[in-house]
């Protein structure tokens, strides 16, 4: 996202992340294409990049959603940035009890890693999981969770319902390879709810390990995830409540528009 105002003021770039096909993720992408596609695939990185890159060092001022995200525009561009988290509709989300059940939210793409999950709670048949989201790998994640009676598909929701299931939840899940930042767990928080998440990205950034939820290792597995949902009892989710309140009010709505107005002050 780019500013320059109507009179010539200077141009600032939030920057959510660099185009993940373009640099960190350049080999995992060219793998998902047919072989036919993939010359077709390096014509378009060979126009964008350079056009991508000259447009960002333009810009006056650059900021990015993350700690993580402002690492790759150094790594990969050589740009430096300021880090303003984005904004999270804390007030959306409260606690509203524990129905057991875990909760995934996470589009159902590869880079998600849902089917590590199913595939943990088909070993956990006492265990609950609702998967209320949905995308490319809806059918595939459907037809191997069709055994486990234990877990639910909903699709996707609108506000309301998702705010419902969250604040209902026992816990929610997300596991996605090297997020940018991720809403998801600052929302699981603000109802009070722990992150079951994973030790890299932009949740190193939200979820405090052993006290707003379980960081798994970077390349977990299954039996990492079975521990982690077993491990997450009703008494030691409500002793997080607390803390999880608290540390989503770090990435409010009302937070960021407080460091923006600050950026527009000084640029």
Not at 3 to 29: A, E, K, Q, W
Not at 148 to 164: M, S
Not at 206 to 219: C, F, K, N, R, S
Request: charged share 25%; with cysteine.
């Amino acid at each position: 996202m780019a500013n320059r105002g109507v009179t010539g003021g200077r141009s600032i770039y939030y920057c959510h992340t660099p185009p993940r096909f373009l640099y960190d993720l350049r080999d995992r992408y060219q793998r998902t294409f047919p072989a036919w596609q993939r010359p077709l695939l390096a014509v378009l990185r060979n126009w964008l990049q350079p056009r991508y890159e000259a447009a960002v060092r333009g810009m006056d001022v650059v900021l990015a959603n993350s700690r993580n995200v402002q690492s790759r525009l150094q790594h990969y561009l050589g740009v430096s940035s300021q880090v303003v988290y984005p904004p999270v509709e804390t007030d959306c989300f409260r606690w509203l009890g524990d129905d057991g059940y875990f909760l995934s939210t996470a589009r159902l793409e590869p880079l998600k890693r849902v089917d590590i999950l199913v595939r943990a709670f088909r070993r956990m048949p006492s265990q609950q999981l609702v998967i209320a989201s949905g995308g490319s790998e809806f059918a595939r994640l459907q037809a191997l969770a069709a055994d486990a009676p234990n877990i639910r598909f909903t699709g996707w929701l609108n506000d309301e319902q998702l705010a419902r299931l969250m604040g209902e939840a026992r816990a929610s899940i997300y596991v996605p390879v090297d997020e940018d930042f991720g809403m998801s767990p600052v929302e699981s928080m603000a109802a009070g709810k722990p992150v079951i998440g994973v030790a890299e990205g932009g949740l190193l950034e939200t979820v405090v390990d052993g006290e707003t939820g379980i960081l798994l290792p970077a390349q977990f597995d299954e039996n990492d995830m079975i521990e982690a949902a077993s491990g997450l009892d009703a008494h030691r989710t409500r002793q997080m409540r607390c803390a999880c309140e608290a540390q989503a009010q770090r990435f409010s709505a009302a937070r960021f528009l407080e460091e923006i107005e600050a950026v527009l002050h000084c640029s």
